[in-house]
């Protein structure tokens, strides 16, 4: 999600302590491999599909064995009113780093990720788009994961956060974005032993066919973050075929739309018009990138949109 500036820090705190001794209780096997392998990047899963082992982002989230277990945890991610999705401890090694990369995937467009740290040392820093901070043990950051970002463990100690996502409700957003008071008197959520929270996890929302309205909304925001790396007679020319090609294709979905509805009639003439656009688009794409991320544009086409379109035959009646 893109945010107005690369980091905020959430005036709230949390028992540091207690975060540690759950954390610290988890079995060996709770912690898996990095879903991209990432060396020394290992995560244990708190909510995901059906509470399931899984890395999945479609399907209805639950808490998994391990967050049952971590009574505090929940009471922290309840403590913020907000409806979650896929979240995890992830821990990274030391004297390793995630690599610098923008989260470009259809999950992010709308999904803030929300770190808290639990173990941790001064020599981790986290970095996004030239700015560099230490997210401290007990804090809450959140940041702009559409930004190039990466994050540095220059410690001796495994570094371990809580991360978790949320489209985030509105009192959530006022609470990142409004005025801080002086950290001394910034509140900090003790453990209550009686205190068994649910948690509000998110709902399968995909339909069969995505509606014409959330298309053009995509498309809309990459045509707008269309750049050149490179301003020339060529990648102009690109540039605007590209832009041709991705306002037709929308005025196609719609009409596909009106006459078949989204619930998943007439899948067929959806996945041609899915394949013709990958096919005329995947010339045009030498040069052209996104303006924030520099990240390819018909990349973020493919991550962001074409994947997304038509889902999986399971969801049609």
């Known amino acids: 999600m893109r945010l107005p500036r690369p980091f905020y820090q959430l005036p709230v705190l949390f028992d540091v302590e207690r975060l540690q001794a759950e954390v610290a209780a988890l079995p060996a096997e709770a912690w898996v491999a990095h879903p991209d392998r990432l060396r020394g990047n290992s995560a244990a899963r708190l909510i995901s599909v059906d509470g399931a082992e899984t890395d999945a982002v479609h399907g209805q989230m639950l808490p998994t ?111 990142a974005y409004g005025q801080s008071p002086p950290r001394d008197r910034w509140p900090t959520l003790a453990w209550d032993p009686s205190a068994d929270p649910e948690l509000l996890t998110e709902n399968d929302q995909r339909m069969p066919i995505m509606p014409a309205a959330e298309a053009q909304w995509l498309v809309e925001d990459l045509r707008e973050e269309l750049s050149l790396a490179v301003d020339t007679p060529e990648t102009r020319m690109r540039a605007a075929r590209l832009n041709l090609l991705l306002e037709s294709f929308i005025q196609d979905w719609r009409q596909l739309c009106a006459l078949h509805g989204t619930g998943g009639r007439g899948r067929p003439e959806f996945q041609r018009l899915i394949h013709a656009v990958r096919e005329a688009a995947g010339p045009l794409g030498e040069g052209l990138v996104m303006r924030a991320n520099s990240a390819s544009a018909l990349l973020v086409l493919e991550k962001r949109v074409l994947q997304h379109l038509v889902a999986d035959e399971a969801l049609s009646p």
């Open 65 to 175: 064995p391990w967050l049952m277990a971590m009574p505090y945890l929940r009471q922290v991610l309840a403590g913020f009113g907000v409806v979650w999705s896929r979240s995890r401890l992830m821990r990274l090694a030391p004297g390793v780093g995630v690599p610098e990369h923008a989260d470009i995937n259809y999950h992010w467009h709308t999904r803030v990720r929300l770190h808290i740290p639990v173990f941790t040392q001064p020599a981790v820093r986290f970095h996004c788009d030239g700015q560099s901070v230490h997210m401290a043990a007990g804090e809450a950051w959140i940041f702009d994961n559409w930004r190039r970002h990466h994050v540095e463990n220059g410690a001796d100690q495994d570094r371990i956060h809580l991360v978790a996502d949320t489209t985030g409700t509105a009192s959530f957003w006022r609470f």
